[in-house]
């Protein structure tokens, strides 16, 4: 995990904040890190949910998704994108059509060279880096798959019997 470092909001987002308004980020983009789209515009309204959210989950008073709603091309998957791409946070983006299953997010086990291996998905990749995991059309998803993701956003761990457990 590297150092935590702190951001000012208002030079960072481009946003009026009083200067003393900080969020922790990490000081150099990783390979997961997004491009910084330098036209992209914040809004502070939605700019403060989001960062609301990501305070809470660095200091652990929650493990809950964040679910953005809206029109088509409103915005809602760039917000999240560009927060990750001036924060330096590693982000894994998977497009939920309809026929995602938790099962794929997971992952799945593998052939080579005579070995079978566990193939990691975006989901268990991103607890294990830390990354934030953004479900493009998550709504598209059967409502009974999505329960298998209760356990992980109740803070428990993700098991994986095929991974030996
Ligand atoms: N605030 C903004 N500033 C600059 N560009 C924006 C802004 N909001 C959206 N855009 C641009 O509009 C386009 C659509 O945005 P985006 O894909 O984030 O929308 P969406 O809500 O996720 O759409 P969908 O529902 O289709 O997934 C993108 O090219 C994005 O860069
Ligand atoms: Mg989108």
């Given at each position: 995990?590297?150092?935590?470092?702190?951001?000012?909001?208002?030079?960072?987002?481009?946003?009026v904040?009083?200067d003393?308004?900080?969020?922790?980020g990490?000081?150099?983009?990783?390979?997961?890190?997004?491009?910084?789209?330098?036209?992209?515009?914040?809004?502070?309204?939605?700019?403060?949910?989001?960062?609301?959210?990501?305070?809470g989950?660095l200091?652990g008073?929650?493990h809950?998704?964040?679910?953005?709603?809206?029109?088509?091309?409103?915005?809602?998957?760039?917000?999240?994108?560009?927060v990750a791409?001036?924060l330096?946070l590693?982000?894994i983006e998977?497009?939920?059509k309809?026929?995602?299953?938790?099962?794929?997010?997971?992952?799945?086990?593998?052939?080579?060279?005579g070995?079978?291996?566990?193939?990691?998905?975006?989901?268990?990749?991103?607890?294990?880096?830390?990354?934030w995991?953004?479900?493009?059309?998550?709504?598209?998803?059967e409502?009974?798959e999505l329960?298998g993701?209760?356990?992980?956003?109740?803070?428990?761990?993700?098991?994986?019997?095929?991974?030996?457990?």
């Amino acid at each position: 995990m590297p150092t935590v470092v702190e951001f000012q909001v208002n030079s960072t987002f481009n946003i009026v904040a009083p200067d003393s308004v900080r969020v922790s980020g990490y000081p150099v983009p990783g390979p997961l890190t997004p491009g910084v789209d330098p036209d992209y515009r914040f809004r502070s309204s939605l700019l403060s949910d989001v960062l609301v959210w990501q305070r809470g989950l660095l200091a652990g008073e929650h493990h809950d998704g964040l679910w953005l709603t809206g029109p088509m091309g409103s915005g809602k998957s760039s917000l999240i994108r560009q927060v990750a791409a001036r924060l330096n946070l590693p982000l894994i983006e998977v497009n939920a059509k309809t026929r995602l299953e938790v099962a794929d997010l997971v992952g799945y086990r593998t052939a080579l060279g005579g070995d079978v291996l566990f193939q990691d998905g975006p989901l268990t990749r991103a607890l294990r880096e830390g990354a934030w995991l953004l479900l493009d059309e998550v709504d598209l998803m059967e409502p009974g798959e999505l329960v298998g993701l209760n356990t992980v956003l109740d803070g428990g761990p993700l098991v994986i019997p095929d991974n030996g457990g």
